[in-house]
Structures are given as C-alpha cells and as structure tokens.
C-alpha cells in the first residue's frame, strides 16, 4: 500500500516500513538525540548476560581446575584448597560432552577421539593414582565420559523415533546401565560421574525447571551418592557441616554462563584439549619422581 498526494507524490513526513505507516514525532527524536530518553535497544539486561563464556572457554577452566586437583594430588597434597577447586571440574567436562554431542559434525569420530585418548591417558592416569604401569582398580575420566556419551546417543536415538511412553522406560534403562558400567568398570566418579552426563542431558536448556533439575540431581550425585570428606563450619552461631565433593555445584555458575558460542574451535586447539590430559598427568608424574629422589 502507497500513501501518496493527488498528484502521485508520496506525501512529506511518512515513512514505510513493511507496509506499515509511521508517523515520526520530531520531539521524540529531539529528546532522543539529547539523551532525555533511554534508547530501546537492550545492551546488557543484567551482569550475567555481560559475560558469555565460550565453549572453548569452559574448556580452558576446567583444565586448568583438573590440574590443581592434580597438583594436590601428587606434588602439594597439604593444599586442601586445590583439590576444592578441582570438584568443579568434572561437571564442567560432563556438561560439554553433551553439548559436544548436540553439535558435533561427526558423532563416529567423536567417540573415537574419546576411545583413543582413554586409551592413551590409561598408563599416565595409572602411573599418578596408582603408582604402577598397570592399576586396574581406577580408570581414567575419559572412559566416564565415553560411557556417558554412548548412553546420551541411545536416549537421543529412542526419543526421536518412540513416544514418550516408551522412550520414558528406555532412557531409565539406559540410564541405569551406564552407572551400572560405569562402576562395574571402575572409571573415574564410577556409575556417578556417568549419570552425572546423562543428568545434562535430560535437562540440558534455560528453562527455569532445567536449571533446577541441573541444580538438585548435581547435589544427590556429589552428596548423596559420592558424598566424602566433610568441613565443619559455624555461621551465625549454628554448627554444620559442608562436603567437600557438594563443591561440585559451583560448576553451574560457569556453565549457566555458557551460551552456545564456540569460540577458538582450529584442530590443534581441539587435540591441545584432549593432549592436556594424558600430557600433564604424565609430567606430573615425573615432576614426583624427582622430588621424591
């Protein structure tokens, strides 16, 4: 629709947009230009959503969390404060990889990557926590993690193609097995660490009901189920006690700032993540063998 004077002109002042009239008020725009009136257009709402956290990001703190847990496990064992750190560091590896499910290219080839670097990170991992070439009592994270991702597959999979009344079931199954693989197997966090993938997986969103979710089944896995050294603290005059692995739910805070943005995703910065692992834990190993002479 035009609006235009007898003659065919369009008449003074009007402006189009999408077929929609709009009349400008000059004083409105006056003020505007003069700062009187705040612009509309939103900048930051809130301190949080200032800061956004890239997925490369999130991976970057999290090594860095792991080795000083690391650190206080072999070089600085009286530096309690390290491994408190640490306990944010597997839900932060949990949460990407199922982010990593959702946006990989090549779901086969991620769970080979995962497969290789359990594999390589095995003799490193045994070597720190047990001292020997050969700890079949203690697995590496990763082998966590790869349990999880297969579970999150087999979920993803049956939801799609089954009604909720047959995919509820399933997923409980599926669920159930991988804890029980993962402790059977004795991987790192055991059947805990697992269902801890699987618990970003079923509430895996913003919604308020998913960070709840994320918010209660991280406080029965880490202090429920794991549960392990407890500080006593007194606050208010009150006496209670805080568990050291509960630390765990900290990790939210930076995984709610993550909001889907990739960041520095080049090949090498990619295997430079999966290389950290067995790579640090190996120097560790030797940085304590030569204390130790």
């Known amino acids: 629709m035009k609006c235009c004077s007898p003659g ?3 008449l003074p002042g009007l402006q189009f947009l999408e077929g929609v009239v709009r009349i400008p008020d000059k004083a409105t725009e006056f003020r505007q230009r003069r700062g009187m009136i705040m612009s509309t257009k939103p900048i930051c709402s809130t301190a949080a959503n ?3 956290l890239s997925a490369a990001a999130l991976h970057i703190i999290a090594m860095a969390l792991m080795l000083m847990d690391h650190l206080w496990a072999t070089l600085l064992p009286a530096q309690d404060w390290l491994t408190c750190a640490g306990r944010l560091a597997f839900p932060i590896f949990a949460f990407m990889t199922v982010e990593g499910y959702f946006h990989t290219r090549n779901l086969k080839r991620y769970a080979l990557r995962l497969l290789l670097f359990a594999l390589l990170s095995e003799v490193p991992f045994d070597l720190m926590y ?3 070439w050969f700890y079949p009592v203690h697995q590496n994270v990763i082998w966590t993690l790869l349990l999880g991702l297969l579970g999150v597959h087999l979920m993803e999979t049956v939801r799609k193609k089954q009604k909720l009344w047959v995919s509820l079931p399933v997923c409980a199954a ?3 097995a991988g804890a029980l693989l993962g402790t059977l197997g004795m991987t790192d966090y055991y059947g805990a660490g697992v269902l801890t993938v699987f618990a970003f997986y079923i509430f895996r969103g913003r919604k ?3 960070l709840l979710g994320q918010v ?3 406080y029965w896995i880490n202090v429920v189920l794991l549960g392990g050294l407890m500080y006593p603290i007194r606050l208010f005059g009150m ?3 805080l568990c050291q692995q509960g630390l765990a ?3 939210l805070v930076p995984i709610w700032l993550y909001r889907g943005r990739q960041g520095c995703h080049s090949k090498p910065f990619q295997y430079a993540c999966y290389a950290f692992y067995p790579v640090h834990m190996l120097l560790l190993v030797l940085a304590l063998n030569f204390v130790n002479r």
Do not use: S
Request: charged share 20%; net charge negative; with cysteine.
């Open 249 to 251: 739910l900290l990790a």
């Open 8 to 10: 065919g002109k369009k």
């Open 239 to 241: 006496e209670f006690e």
């Open 174 to 176: 599926v669920a159930a």
């Open 130 to 132: 047990g001292g020997t």
């Open 208 to 210: 308020w009901w998913c």
């Open 50 to 52: 200032c800061i956004d």
């Open 216 to 218: 209660l089944t991280l």
